[in-house]
């Protein structure tokens, strides 16, 4: 499983709010990634950190934000939570090789109300 | 940017036939393409990849064949078996780059 784990695995909030969602990893990856998976779309690239407080946006950041203050820890955040980002989220890492080989976290199932 | 296409996006198979699994890409600078099986559930797992130096590649029972000059790739099964039943992504990426490009997937059914 590469080291990666995510918290919470679940979680269900209420329009407005904002919620956090935490990715991890033991074994010191340079790359971290957040995706959103949802039935029609695979997986799409929210944001993603090549080192320590250094992040970039993928194909559908608005409404995220991101930090990354130490290594291990990569943090997507949802300001205000909305509908339409009722989604299962998922965290990856890459080994940092010159092909991009990435492995997944076991993912967050995130419900807003 | 890149883009990936995956077909069929359902294949329902009987046990012990072949399925294949066909993507298209559209950046011609891409070199590296992996595929990844996800279980109800569970998270997506690196099953095979290919680097545009090789045509084919091939692991047991799944096999993957490259052509650079159409820009597509495919996943093979042979011998499938029901627990091959799960949600197949391909996607792509350039050397030294930082982003894989997914495709839509496909939900592959075996049938005993």
């Known amino acids: 499983d590469a080291g990666i784990t995510q918290s919470p695995r679940h979680k269900v909030t209420e329009t407005g709010t904002p919620v956090t969602l935490r990715c991890h990893q033991t074994e010191n990856h340079r790359y971290m990634y957040w995706y959103r998976q949802d039935p029609g779309h695979g997986l799409r690239l929210i944001h993603y950190?090549?080192?320590?407080?250094?992040?970039d946006k993928g194909e559908v950041s608005d409404g995220y934000s991101v930090s990354r203050s130490k290594t291990e820890d990569f943090l997507l955040t949802l300001e205000s939570a909305t509908s339409s980002q009722t989604s299962v989220y998922f965290c990856?890492?890459?080994?940092?090789?010159?092909?991009?080989?990435?492995?997944f976290g076991p993912g967050t199932r995130l419900t807003v109300l | 940017g890149e883009n990936v296409e995956q077909h069929p996006s359902t294949l329902s198979v009987q046990e012990g036939d072949s399925a294949v699994i066909k993507c298209t890409y559209s950046d011609s600078a891409s070199n590296y393409f992996p595929w990844y099986k996800q279980e109800l559930g569970k998270r997506p797992q690196l099953i095979i990849d290919?680097?545009?130096?090789?045509g084919e590649k091939k692991d047991q029972r799944i096999a993957v064949t490259l052509n650079k000059t159409a820009k597509h790739f495919s996943l093979h099964i042979t011998e499938t078996q029901p627990e091959d039943s799960a949600v197949y992504f391909c996607a792509a990426s350039k050397e030294r780059t930082d982003k894989l490009i997914f495709g839509t997937g496909t939900r592959l059914q075996v049938f005993p």
């Open positions: 990856a890492i890459s080994k940092g090789s010159s092909y991009n080989e990435q492995f």
């Open positions: 950190s090549y080192g320590v407080k250094d992040t």
């Open positions: 290919i680097r545009s130096n090789v």
